[in-house]
């Protein structure tokens, strides 16, 4: 079965650049997810899309930005690179409100 | 915050005992879910129990969930090598915002 596909699965970057990940949710969901995880951390919730709009906010910086498109694809615009940034981005997906996230498998942001 | 907290933060155990982890949260939920993670990579769906549940059952996993006390756990019975991984519980609250809060998660070390 198709799973979520995240690329590029590593990114090393330098501080004040910009990156952009990207996210192709399984087939048929509509809701997209992104997640930050620093080192020995759990998982923080950075924003979430429904059917291409904006659904909920939480705690993305301000020089972050994302969108989803229209074929649902998401992607995760990171400006201005500080080494706090540093971590694994996740982006899931769900068909419906209150079932189960599906993961990728993350990309690991470097910033040196 | 919903965010749930998880403990211990970590367990090691040798291989054939059981395993308990346990979450607390403090808001309102519509279902509480478990996920696994491997090293570095994405968050796996476990099981999930609706806040009108009370015990739920998936193979060797058993899932309980207090309301009242706003506490679920998570038991891994005989427990193998192959379970060694973090282990966290998120909660949905089912409202308008959709998306889940995960805890801090439980490094599980099972001892060949």
């Known amino acids: 079965a198709a799973g979520v596909i995240q690329s590029p699965r590593h990114l090393i970057k330098e501080k004040r650049e910009t990156a952009t990940l990207k996210c192709y949710p399984i087939?048929?969901?509509?809701?997209v997810y992104w997640y930050q995880q620093g080192p020995g951390q759990d998982p923080q919730f950075l924003i979430s899309?429904?059917?291409?709009?904006?659904?909920d906010k939480g705690s993305i910086p301000d020089r972050f930005s994302a969108q989803q498109f229209s074929d649902y694809h998401s992607e995760l615009n990171m400006s201005s690179l500080e080494l706090g940034d540093s971590a694994l981005y996740f982006c899931?997906?769900?068909?419906?409100?209150?079932?189960?996230?599906?993961f990728g498998n993350g990309t690991r942001l470097t910033v040196t | 915050s919903q965010q749930g907290e998880e403990d211990p933060q970590a367990l090691s155990i040798q291989e054939g005992e059981n395993a308990t982890m346990n979450c607390s949260y403090k808001t309102s939920i519509n279902n509480l879910q478990w996920y696994r993670q491997n090293s570095g990579r994405g968050l796996v769906h476990l099981i999930l129990?609706?806040?009108?549940?009370r015990e739920k059952h998936s193979g060797r996993l058993r899932v309980t969930l207090d309301t009242s006390k706003k506490s679920s756990s998570l038991l891994i019975t005989a427990s193998r090598a192959a379970d060694t991984a973090s282990y966290f519980c998120a909660t949905d609250a089912g409202t308008g915002a959709n998306n889940l809060f995960f805890g801090t998660g439980t490094r599980l070390t099972v001892i060949p």
């Open positions: 087939p048929r969901h509509d809701t």
């Open positions: 129990i609706r806040s009108n549940e």
């Open positions: 899931a997906s769900r068909g419906t409100a209150g079932s189960p996230l599906h």
């Open positions: 899309f429904y059917e291409k709009m904006q659904s």
